[in-house]
């Protein structure tokens, strides 16, 4: 079964950065789509960032200029870098894949909290 495994998250003051980290499993070596979503507390899961075919990116409005969705060598790894974070960024962060083969997974998410 394929699946997706994130790390990276954690706690953080405001103006901190961190880095997260998705890879699939083996059998998934080749993910056409990746990318990250995020759901804060009593909110719906909303996209954050995504890689599509051809190296394109997308960022969410609240994101941009803070946030960069990068691929790894490796076609199954995505990363997302998160510079200048703030509360309101406070939310479990899911990274997602989407290919042909296996159709979209989710990873089992990470927390990230930004405190004042």
């Known amino acids: 079964q394929v699946q997706l495994v994130e790390s990276g998250g954690g706690l953080v003051q405001a103006g901190g950065s961190l880095r997260l980290s998705c890879v699939g499993s083996?059998?998934?070596?080749?993910?056409?789509?990746m990318g990250w979503h995020r759901q804060a507390p009593g909110k719906e899961r909303e996209l954050v960032a995504v890689?599509?075919?051809?190296?394109?990116?997308e960022y969410a409005d609240s994101v941009k200029g803070r946030f960069t969705v990068s691929r790894g060598d490796a076609k199954n790894t995505v990363f997302l870098q998160m510079n200048n974070l703030q509360p309101e960024d406070t939310a479990v962060y899911y990274c997602?894949?989407?290919?042909?083969?296996?159709?979209?997974?989710w990873g089992q998410g990470t927390q990230v909290t930004v405190s004042t």
């Open positions: 997602y894949g989407w290919s042909s083969g296996f159709g979209q997974h």
């Open positions: 890689v599509i075919s051809g190296g394109n990116t």
């Open positions: 083996e059998d998934w070596f080749s993910i056409t789509t």
